[in-house]
């Protein structure tokens, strides 16, 4: 055949004869379906079909016509010139030896799957796309469920006629690419039934932050154009490969989207081949695919990812889509191309992190939120677009508010300072482009078209995390650029302080030796939100006031003790991932009476104490009867990470133990769920911030692995100081004797009985001269906030070279 090549004659090589998407296709339908990627057949229309259908209707120089002077910012004239270009090719027939090739190379494809007419997915393949710094993201069209010659012959031609959209002439405009130089070639590809099962996009690198060393998967029900285009908020999880090559299971999040439709085929007749339908109500509320898939998907993105490596062995990180047939419950890759962000950004950039941060902590006013894409801020007033016909009403510096920004919005998009869409997820098309113009993006906002309106000033935060954020008004802010490669080594450990796994992969690019204090009771309060006894007690059949708020939040998840330990063990293990295989110290939860009271059903468990921060809290609530079983479900968490997923750089640290007693207790609850120092290199500190800790020190740390001093109890016990009391506020300070002398003793005591000793206080981050105090007494660590932890790097440095320290 002239114009037909079949996926098992095609390679990387062939991009200019069939673009880069079926190339990509082809490579791994002769190179990895035989390591076990499974790859659905096909064939590709290749782009000199395309060239001989436009020369053989005589149409070539007269889109070049249309296309002379072409302001695409002008978006009227751009709408007009486009449909005219796409109405030429509608109008050209097929020559009739190449409508001939096609129908035969359909013919074979559905005799090798037994099939009279086999359903094919026909999609787009640009000479000119899915390059390693432009990803041409849904900017050519693809088709699902086509059936039939007829069908087939028109769908194919849509897809020439795609070439010419708006959003295609602009985006190529824009990157500077001539659009001569790009043709266009098609593939069909037999359909997956995903239809009766689920369907997603994947990355082998984390689309926000670039951290290499996690596969970002998304998945939604039914066939997968809702994801790809952003009509649903798919399920998301991360799976961490470096262990998971070990044999580990390392997912480290699991989060359940909003997936209200789901696309499946439509009945014979239809005028379109698919259709969306709603989903039951138990389909929202479950994950979209199993455990089991999450880690096969993963693996196949390993593989993936190491075929596409370059000449050095460096891995080209992967953007892919897959489908799972309901029928077989097999998974499919249906195309794979290099991502396009933040694998340029880690190959370009020099060392500078770019931060966006407000310039104050003033209170802001939450609107609404969704998913954060693009690391940014932008401010502005906001313009609400309903309709894409009305796109040329937006203006330069206004906020783009619609229900979803699928690649069409591209030419608006280009002039907005930030994005917001009701719908869709981060591996969505529109989020792509998004990232690759540098413009902030919240998709799946829910409700954002309802909430704000026309005119409305707001400021849009892309920069906290995975969630993001509309503020009513606008908020100054700026933009931090952090210098690295500077900083030299130090003897003394530079660890940092988190208590967001949102924000893991992000400050580990941050130079940093581990973390040296990663906060449970966050977890708690942000992931789990209700009191921990709640669970335990829905757990044990027992109905509470609050159920039916309670099991909303454990949708997905198989009963309340598996959400309670999946999502701690999600939490710790993504900090524990971002920064592997550096330490990782976990500080058990350390909540008390009146913060665990505000959580949901806890006035049923939690006593009105006098004096909370000197009551019930630490490690005699763990050995309480009242409170043990959730302390147990938290270290089998623990366990989880350190086992399960193979993250054994995790330390353990118990906070406010008042004697050596009580350390023995939760020594043992410990041992018997799973978590025994020494095993696998475990280590088990104890907080040093009650003044019996250091008085006592060498019988504290006969039973434990070191110490980490907690500065902010230990000085409000020492001076007698409320340290949240407004009134005797000026009392409270680090830097007084008592406290040197405290510090001090610990960190010798520690040196006496060869074991660690690190800070993970307040005062370093506050105060250089204390953080340099710690240095000179030989301290192993020490810990702080991430926006201080340049500066105090290079003081370290600098004391160290003074002090002549090894």
Same mark, same amino acid.
């Given at each position: 055949m002239k114009y037909i !090549?079949?996926?098992?004659?095609?390679?990387?090589?062939? *991009?200019?004869?069939?673009?880069?998407?079926?190339?990509?296709?082809?490579?791994?339908?002769?190179?990895?379906?035989?390591?076990?990627?499974?790859? &659905?057949?096909?064939?590709?229309?290749? +782009?000199?079909?395309?060239?001989?259908?436009?020369?053989?209707?005589?149409?070539?120089?007269?889109?070049?016509d249309l296309l002379k002077n072409v302001d695409v910012t002008e978006i009227d004239v751009l709408k007009t010139r486009s449909k005219k270009i796409r109405?030429?090719?509608?109008?050209?027939?097929?020559?009739?030896?190449?409508?001939?090739? @096609? =129908?035969?190379?359909?013919?074979?494809?559905?005799?090798?799957?037994?099939?009279?007419?086999?359903?094919?997915?026909?999609?787009?393949?640009?000479?000119?796309?899915?390059?390693?710094?432009?990803? =041409?993201?849904?900017?050519?069209?693809?088709?699902?469920?086509?059936?039939?010659?007829?069908?087939?012959?028109?769908?194919? !031609?849509?897809? =020439?006629?795609?070439?010419?959209?708006?959003?295609?002439?602009?985006?190529?405009?824009?990157?500077?690419?001539? $659009?001569?130089?790009?043709?266009?070639?098609?593939? *069909?590809?037999?359909?997956?039934?995903?239809?009766?099962?689920?369907?997603?996009?994947?990355? +082998?690198?984390?689309?926000?932050?670039?951290?290499?060393?996690?596969?970002?998967?998304?998945?939604?029900?039914?066939?997968?154009?809702?994801?790809?285009?952003?009509? *649903?908020?798919?399920?998301? =999880? /991360?799976?961490?490969?470096?262990?998971?090559?070990?044999?580990?299971? &390392?997912?480290?999040?699991?989060?359940?989207? /909003?997936?209200?439709?789901?696309?499946? /085929?439509?009945?014979?007749?239809?005028?379109? &081949?698919?259709?969306?339908?709603?989903?039951?109500?138990?389909?929202?509320?479950?994950? +979209? @695919?199993?455990?089991?898939?999450?880690?096969?998907?993963?693996? /196949?993105?390993?593989?993936?990812?190491? $075929?596409? +490596?370059?000449?050095?062995?460096?891995?080209? &990180?992967?953007?892919?889509?897959?489908?799972?047939?309901?029928?077989?419950?097999?998974?499919?890759? *249906?195309?794979?191309?290099?991502?396009?962000?933040?694998?340029?950004?880690? !190959?370009?950039?020099?060392?500078?992190?770019?931060?966006?941060?407000?310039?104050?902590?003033?209170?802001r006013e939450i609107i609404i939120k969704g998913r954060a894409t693009g690391g940014k801020i932008g401010s502005g007033k906001v313009r609400i677009i309903n309709d894409i016909e009305h796109m040329n009403t937006f203006k330069e510096g206004e906020i783009l508010v619609t229900d979803n920004t699928d690649p069409d919005w591209e030419p608006a998009m280009k002039k907005a300072a930030a994005v917001i869409t009701n719908r869709g997820g981060r591996t969505c098309h529109a989020a792509i482009v998004a990232r690759e113009i540098g413009v902030p993006a919240i998709v799946g906002a829910v409700g954002a078209t309802d909430r704000l309106y026309t005119g409305m000033e707001v400021t849009v935060s892309c920069a906290e995390g995975e969630e993001g954020y509309v503020y009513a008004g606008i908020h100054e802010y700026e933009v931090e650029k952090i210098e690295l490669s500077n900083l030299g080594n130090t003897k003394t450990k530079i660890y940092m302080n988190i208590g967001n796994p949102e924000k893991a992969f992000g400050f580990a690019q941050l130079p940093n030796d581990g973390v040296g204090l990663a906060r449970m009771e966050l977890i708690i309060l942000n992931q789990i939100k209700a009191h921990p006894l709640a669970l335990v007690d829905l757990q044990n059949g027992k109905k509470i006031a609050e159920s039916e708020e309670v099991y909303k939040l454990i949708a997905g998840y198989e009963s309340p003790k598996d959400f309670f330990i999946k999502k701690i063990a999600e939490g710790m293990g993504m900090i524990a991932a971002a920064f592997y295989p550096k330490p990782v110290i976990v500080r058990t939860s350390d909540f008390k009476s009146n913060e665990y009271r505000g959580m949901i059903a806890g006035v049923n468990y939690e006593p009105q104490e006098e004096n909370p921060m000197l009551g019930y809290r630490g490690a005699s609530r763990y050995y309480s009867d009242l409170y043990r079983t959730a302390f147990e479900w938290e270290i089998q968490a623990l366990a989880m990470v350190r086992e399960e997923m193979g993250l054994t750089n995790m330390k353990v640290m118990i906070p406010f133990l008042r004697s050596p007693e009580e350390g023995r207790k939760v020594l043992e609850i410990l041992r018997k769920n799973g978590l025994e120092s020494g095993k696998n290199g475990l280590e088990i500190y104890v907080m040093c911030e009650l003044p019996v800790n250091v008085i006592l020190a060498d019988e504290f740390l006969s039973i434990f692995d070191g110490f980490s001093i907690g500065s902010n109890d230990l000085t409000q016990l020492t001076l007698g100081v409320d340290r949240d009391g407004q009134l005797v506020s000026h009392i409270f300070d680090e830097r007084n004797p008592a406290m040197l002398e405290m510090f001090k003793r610990a960190i010798q005591a520690c040196k006496k009985h060869n074991k660690y000793c690190g800070i993970c206080g307040q005062a370093p981050s506050d105060y250089p001269e204390i953080a340099e105090f710690l240095v000179k007494e030989g301290i192993s660590s020490i810990s702080l906030n991430p926006d201080s932890i340049v500066s105090t790097w290079t003081r370290i440095e600098t004391l160290e070279k003074e002090l002549k320290l090894p």
């Open positions: !090549k079949f996926f098992k004659e095609l390679n990387n090589k062939d *991009v200019p004869l069939v673009g880069g998407k079926n190339a990509s296709i082809g490579e791994m339908f002769q190179e990895l379906v035989p390591v076990g990627i499974k790859v &659905p057949n096909g064939f590709a229309i290749t +782009s000199e079909a395309y060239w001989y259908l436009l020369d053989s209707g005589g149409i070539r120089e007269q889109i070049v109405e030429l090719i509608f109008g050209t027939p097929f020559p009739a030896d190449l409508r001939d090739e @096609i =129908f035969e190379a359909y013919r074979i494809l559905s005799d090798e799957y037994n099939m009279k007419e086999a359903d094919v997915a026909v999609r787009s393949s640009a000479t000119a796309e899915d390059l390693p710094d432009a990803s =041409f993201a849904g900017q050519q069209d693809t088709y699902l469920s086509i059936k039939g010659q007829t069908e087939l012959i028109h769908y194919i !031609k849509s897809c =020439f006629a795609s070439l010419f959209t708006d959003r295609a002439v602009s985006y190529r405009a824009s990157r500077g690419f001539d $659009h001569f130089k790009v043709a266009l070639s098609v593939g *069909v590809q037999k359909m997956v039934r995903s239809d009766k099962g689920s369907s997603g996009v994947m990355f +082998s690198i984390d689309t926000e932050t670039g951290f290499k060393d996690a596969v970002f998967i998304t998945s939604s029900w039914g066939l997968g154009e809702n994801v790809v285009g952003g009509t *649903v908020n798919p399920d998301e =999880f /991360y799976v961490f490969k470096p262990t998971l090559e070990q044999g580990k299971r &390392p997912i480290i999040k699991r989060q359940l989207g /909003y997936k209200n439709v789901k696309m499946v /085929y439509a009945p014979k007749g239809s005028d379109h &081949p698919t259709k969306n339908i709603a989903t039951t109500q138990k389909e929202m509320q479950t994950f +979209s @695919i199993t455990d089991e898939d999450i880690l096969t998907l993963a693996r /196949y993105a390993i593989t993936i990812e190491k $075929h596409y +490596s370059n000449e050095a062995g460096e891995y080209r &990180p992967m953007d892919m889509e897959w489908a799972k047939d309901g029928d077989s419950g097999e998974i499919f890759i *249906v195309q794979a191309r290099p991502e396009t962000v933040q694998s340029q950004k880690n !190959k370009n950039s020099a060392q500078v992190i770019e931060k966006y941060k407000f310039k104050n902590n003033d209170a």
